[in-house]
C-alpha cells in the first residue's frame, strides 16, 4: 500500500504498464518524418479517371499513384504541391472513422471543439466518481474492459456510457484516459517541441527552469496546449486529494511523463535516459499549473 510520501520506481511503473495496460508504439525504426504524414492524413493516391490539381489546377499525369489525398478533409494534389499546401484544412466529419488513433488537431477541428471529447469526458466521469480513489491513474484497469470502452468512443462519439452503471471500476476510465493519449500519432508534448522540454528540465535553477518550461509551453498547437492546460488542472485536483489516493505530483509524474512525451528518437536508450526529465516536465507542469497556464 502507498503511503502519502511514498515514490514509485520508475522501472515497477514501466514493467506495470507492459503487462497491464494496451499500449501502442511505432513500429521499429519508423521515422518520425513519416509519423507526421500519418498523423496528418496526407497519403499517396491513385485516382481512377482524369484528375486535376487542386492547388495548381494542372493535370495529374499517370495510371497510379498520380498524387496524393488527405483523408481529413479530401483534398487532391500533387505530391509537389502538398508541400505549398497550408496545414489549416476543415476536416470532413465523415472522413474521420475513429477517435482513438487519430491526430488531436484533426479530431478537435472536425467536432469544433477545444479538446478531444475523450478528454473531456473521461475527465468529468473521474472527477465526479473517482478522485479519492486509491492509486488513481497508478492502479490499471482490466485491459479488455479498456479496449471496450475505446471502442465506445470510436464507435458512438460523444454519446459513449462510461457511467458507473456500465463500467464502476473507476480504473477503467483512467486507462482508457491514458491509452488515448498513448494512441495519439503526435503526442501531446510534440516531437518538435520534446528535446526543448528535456533541455529545460535539465536547468538546475528552479526559477530559470520553470521560465524555460513556459517558454517552450508557448510553442505547442493550439489544441494541444489547451488539451495539456485542462488535463494540468485536472491532475492538480488528483494531488489535493492525496490523502485519499495517495497520488502526488511526483507519482503522476511517473505515470503520464512517457504517456504524454516520446522522444522523438526511436531508442530504447534515449527513452530510458529521459525517464527522470519526463518526469519531472510532468510534475512540475502540476505543480505550477496556475502559473505555466
Known amino acids: 500500500m502507498w503511503g502519502p510520501g511514498a515514490r514509485l520506481s520508475e522501472e515497477l511503473w514501466l514493467e506495470n504498464e507492459k503487462k497491464c495496460a494496451v499500449v501502442r508504439k511505432p513500429k521499429q525504426g519508423r521515422k518520425r518524418q513519416e509519423l507526421l504524414a500519418v498523423a496528418l492524413g496526407v497519403k499517396v493516391h491513385t485516382f481512377r479517371g482524369p484528375h486535376w490539381c487542386e492547388y495548381c ?27 505549398h499546401v497550408p496545414n489549416d484544412c476543415q ?40 478522485l479519492k480513489s486509491e492509486g488513481l491513474y497508478r492502479v490499471s484497469g482490466f485491459t ?38 498513448r494512441d495519439l500519432p ?60 495517495f497520488m502526488n505530483a511526483e507519482n503522476l509524474g511517473i505515470v503520464f511523463g512517457p504517456t504524454l512525451m516520446r522522444s522523438p528518437e526511436d531508442s530504447t536508450l534515449t527513452t530510458l535516459q529521459d525517464m527522470r526529465y519526463q518526469k519531472l516536465i510532468v510534475q512540475i507542469l502540476i505543480e505550477n499549473e496556475d502559473v505555466l497556464f
Request: with cysteine.
Open 91 to 130: 476536416p470532413d466529419l465523415k472522413r474521420i472513422k475513429k477517435v482513438y488513433c487519430c491526430d488531436l488537431t484533426t479530431l478537435v477541428k472536425a467536432h469544433n471543439t477545444q479538446r478531444p471529447m475523450v478528454v473531456d469526458i473521461c475527465i468529468r466521469e473521474i472527477e465526479a466518481r473517482g
Open 144 to 181: 479488455e474492459h479498456i479496449e471496450d470502452v475505446k471502442m465506445a468512443f470510436d464507435r458512438d462519439g460523444e454519446k459513449a456510457d462510461i457511467s458507473a452503471n456500465i463500467y464502476p471500476d473507476i480504473n477503467i476510465i483512467t486507462g482508457a484516459l491514458k491509452l488515448y493519449f
Open 57 to 83: 489546377a494542372n493535370f495529374m499525369w499517370g495510371l497510379i499513384a498520380q498524387g496524393v489525398r488527405c483523408s481529413d478533409c479530401g483534398l487532391n494534389v500533387h505530391k509537389q504541391c502538398s508541400k
Open 186 to 245: 503526435i503526442p501531446v508534448i510534440t516531437y518538435d517541441t520534446y528535446p526543448k522540454f528535456i533541455e529545460a528540465a535539465k536547468i538546475s535553477n528552479a526559477d530559470e527552469r520553470l521560465e524555460a518550461v513556459h517558454e517552450v509551453l508557448m510553442l505547442l498547437p493550439p489544441a494541444h496546449y489547451e488539451t495539456l492546460r485542462y488535463l494540468m488542472i485536472h491532475l492538480k485536483k488528483v494531488t489535493l486529494n492525496e490523502k485519499d489516493n
